[in-house]
């Protein structure tokens, strides 16, 4: 039980980097999230589907942002 909130709380403070544009530190709170889910609930879980689902979220907002740092050194 403790692992499942462990995870939940993880979640959360995944989200709340996200929402703050600190891809990177959700990018590594959903992956410990994704690892914990795996454990207690499998690999084919809905709820450890969502943490997948988050997960590729934040590391394609990290790629798009690094994407608009290029663009726009290069056009600058």
Do not use: F
Not at 24 to 48: C, D, F, K, N, W
Not at 57 to 75: D, F, G, P
């Amino acid at each position: 039980m403790a692992e499942a909130t462990s995870g939940r709380v993880s979640v959360l403070r995944g989200e709340a980097q996200y929402g703050l544009g600190e891809y990177q530190r959700s990018a590594a709170l959903h992956q410990q999230t994704l690892g914990i889910r795996e454990r207690v609930l499998g690999a084919e879980h809905p709820t450890t589907l969502g943490s997948r689902n988050n997960l590729a979220n934040a590391l394609a907002a990290m790629s798009s942002k690094q994407n608009r740092k290029r663009w726009w050194r290069r056009n600058r």
